[in-house]
């Protein structure tokens, strides 16, 4: 069983946590909040942070990527190293996002296009960045800044 945590949602900033229920595991979906936000928030959904595994960006814009640079190094001042996904195209029109990965010297694993699928940065996990929206939510409840869903991948 999967859990979806929403940190922010929006032209303000995009930011979600896919966590794998059974490990505590997780997967960020786009980073588009500051270091601050995207600490508490992550907290107040009560995912542990040293269980990330990797960062999806979807697409270049900065309300997905704008907080992406600072969150890798606050992550890595507590211990956290995930890798970083996203196609080849995003990663070669973003220079925030290149930035963002060698400032940490952050894995980068490309998806599209015969590129490595997520599976491969986190084998424990069968969820590419493609079965994302195939994901059915079942809300469970709801924070002042946060949302939780319990999802199952669809069964394509």
Do not use: Q, Y
Request: charged residues 15%; proline residues 6%.
């Amino acid at each position: 069983m999967l859990r979806l945590h929403i940190l922010a949602s929006g032209s303000g900033g995009n930011a979600a946590i896919v966590e794998n229920a059974a490990t505590g595991e997780g997967v960020l979906v786009d980073c588009g909040i500051c270091k601050r936000d995207f600490f508490a928030r992550a907290e107040e959904a009560g995912f542990n942070l040293e269980k990330l595994r990797a960062v999806v960006i979807t697409h270049d814009h900065g309300d997905h990527t704008k907080g992406l640079g600072v969150v890798l190094r606050g992550l890595a001042k507590a211990g956290a190293h995930p890798a970083v996904c996203a196609s080849e195209a995003v990663f070669a029109a973003s220079a925030p996002l290149r930035e963002a990965v060698a400032s940490v010297g952050a894995a980068f694993g490309a998806f599209g296009g015969g590129g490595p699928a997520i599976g491969s940065i986190w084998p424990a996990w069968p969820c590419v960045p493609s079965a994302l929206p195939t994901m059915r939510p079942i809300p469970t409840g709801f924070g002042s800044k946060s949302a939780e869903a319990v999802a199952t991948p669809s069964a394509t």
